[in-house]
Structures are given as structure tokens and as C-alpha cells.
Nanobody, 125 residues
Framework: VQLQASGEAWCRLGGSLRLSCAAS????????IGWFRQAPGKEREWISGMRRNDGRPYYTESVKGRFTISRDTAKNTVYLQMNSLKPEDTAVYYCASGDRTILSTMTMVRGYHYWGQGTLVTVSS
């Protein structure tokens, strides 16, 4: 399975960006997708996920209401729409594919088998 993430992105405070994650070698609908981010000097944190099969979305509190996860089954691609961006959203963003279905395990790095290459997102003030 390979996950190809979109390229580096930049915007100003309050702006919007959309990240994409295209899969090959697997059908995303049948996997749980996670979006993580890692800011300089910090641990990788889970921010959003979509449970396999039923596609139920989940978000961490800091992005709830601003970020939206979605998938296009025809393109086998998952997206993360990010609105009202803040400088503290600056980080490298990763998409990941796994098989966990319980939220507590979906938020764990070790719950995922395959990772995209990471996308640097910079939000300037």
C-alpha cells in the first residue's frame, strides 16, 4: 500500500487549505484513515480519522468545526479540508492507513500500518 500525499502548502491566518492522500494497492473505503500532524519539537498527534466501511469521521477538539475529513471512493483519495487556519496549525501533516475501528485505538500512531510521506503546512500570521 502506498499513500501519496499532496505537496507543501502555505496560507495566512484565517485561510483554508485542502490536503489530499491518494492510495494505491488498497481500497481506502475498507481501511481506517488517520490524519496526524507533528509540529517542530512535538510528538506526532492524531487530529482526524475516518473509520473504515461506514466512513464515520472523528476529530480532535482543537480542529473540530474547522477541519473536515472526506473521501472520494472513485479516486481512492481522502481529503482533509482545513479552514480558519491558525499559526499553531503549522506542522507536517501525515495521512495513514490502518484497520482499527475503536476511536481510542484510531488515535494511536501504532494503530496504522502505512503512512504518507508528510506534507509541510505553514500558516503565517
Amino acid at each position: 500500500v502506498q499513500l501519496q500525499a499532496s505537496g507543501e502548502a502555505w496560507c495566512r491566518l484565517g485561510g483554508s487549505l485542502r490536503l489530499s492522500c491518494a492510495a494505491s494497492g488498497s481500497t481506502l473505503r475498507y481501511t481506517t484513515i488517520g490524519w496526524f500532524r507533528q509540529a517542530p519539537g512535538k510528538e506526532r498527534e492524531w487530529i482526524s480519522g475516518m473509520r473504515r466501511n461506514d466512513g464515520r469521521p472523528y476529530y480532535t477538539e482543537s480542529v473540530k468545526g474547522r477541519f473536515t475529513i472526506s473521501r472520494d471512493t472513485a479516486k481512492n483519495t481522502v481529503y482533509l479540508q482545513m479552514n480558519s487556519l491558525k499559526p499553531e496549525d503549522t506542522a507536517v501533516y501525515y495521512c495513514a492507513s490502518g484497520d482499527r475501528t475503536i476511536l481510542s485505538t484510531m488515535t494511536m500512531v501504532r494503530g496504522y500500518h502505512y503512512w504518507g510521506q508528510g506534507t509541510l503546512v505553514t500558516v503565517s500570521s
